[in-house]
């Protein structure tokens, strides 16, 4: 045991600043969030034992509805914190693979990595969950059913409190042993770079099949109930939601082939030879990013119904219900952007950690900087384009045997603007780590000297 605490202390100790800083930064962000959306759950089943005037009959609705926005945010919060345990990665299986080529067992490597990791992990929710306290205050501004959320409600409690810790560490756990099996089987290939990134097109037919089967069904799941039709549909919205990622990766695997096959310019041939050499570490890149769009594919029908549902003649308490919609609707799509935006730019940071040295060996072979800013933005936002559109589309598509959405100008200027918003956003964060990368730079070549 002694050796492997040894090991972890080495590998904690080996962290450069910055990304010590992100990990915590990736691990709080998200914890925060999964605790503020507990909240939001468990404030709307409080008012369904003691409704509102007027919202007796819809009461168990809200929850049903709290549930949807839920499940809705679950997946990228949980596939951030995920992506939190395997930040830093190369440099980690690189310090790993010389412990275990040094005698370290590799039992013993996968629990100093676990160990290492579960550090990180404990901190990172530790400023979550102040952050989620210090953010109570704030729910005061958002109000429904005609009543403002107060601290009590967003409350989750203490055993929620600890639960959710548990589930983010265990997540971590998890997440940073599946990342370095390698390491303990071959450490050679790590530093031999022998075990690529590779993507399988299960996951693939897996959402091909699930969707097939849902257009055929869809449309029908209503006749057995609004109890048995929400849970078909959010059953296979979370599947295909969560599946989301797995396709991205591949997705951007075939892209990068596609761009270093047709390439017509070096910067096309070298952003092609990246995203194919590491397709998963481009697709964490921005993800997150296409998980919200999914998710304004999902809502923006359900915008629109609402919209064309409103009427002058309606009661108030039919007119306050689509307002709370809207509103649900709104806050889900923020909170999510949100995420998806810190979770871009953490992991934008970390792949230029990651891919430094492969940075400073095409500057020393006299690689411009300019050429080097073009083929990193080709690289991103070409990617960033096709997943972005897909996932909307995709979430459009899902949405369809449930309810029908006319081509409107605000649809199409929710679809156009998400799409370009989104690429915006991602090129933004990958702009943001131009000082990082100039001073890892700067410090490798006073290294050098």
Known sequence: MSATLTAAKA?????????TILTVLAFAFPHAILLSVTGGVCAFVSRASNPPVGFTDVATFYVVMACFAAT??????????GAAARLGLSRRARDLAVLRLIGLKPGQTRLACVIETAVYALVGVVAGSLLYAACLPGWSFVSFQGIALSVGEMWVGPLIL???????????????????????????GVSRRSDVSKVSPVGLGIMVALMVVWLFIGG????????????????FMGVIFALVNVVGALSVSVLGRIMSACARTPQMMLAGRRITDDPKSVWRSFGAIALVAFLVGVLMPLFEATSVSSSPDMEETSVILLG???TGMLLTFGITLVLGAISTAINQGIRVIDSIDQIKALEYMGSPAK???????LEIMLPAVLMIGGALVLGLCFMS??????????????????????????????ESTGPLRRRLLSDMREGMK
Not at 11 to 19: E, G, K, P, Q, W
Not at 72 to 81: A, D, N, Y
Not at 220 to 235: D, E, K, Q, Y
């Open 371 to 377: 050429f080097l800013d073009r083929s990193r933005r």
């Open 401 to 430: 045997p449930v309810l029908t959405m006319g081509v409107s100008l605000s649809s199409m200027g929710i679809f156009i603007g998400m799409t370009a918003g989104g690429v915006a956003l991602i090129l933004l964060a990958s």
């Open 11 to 19: 590998t904690l100790r080996s962290r450069d600043r910055a990304t």
């Open 220 to 235: 029908t799941i209503w006749n057995a109930g609004i109890a048995i039709g929400l849970s078909v549909l959010l059953g």
């Open 324 to 326: 709370d919609i809207r």
């Open 162 to 188: 600890i639960a959710e810790a548990a589930l983010m560490m265990v997540l971590a756990a998890a997440s940073a042993m599946l990342a370095m099996r390698r390491v303990a089987v071959t450490p050679l």
């Open 72 to 81: 809705l945010m679950t997946v990228p919060i949980l596939s951030m914190g």
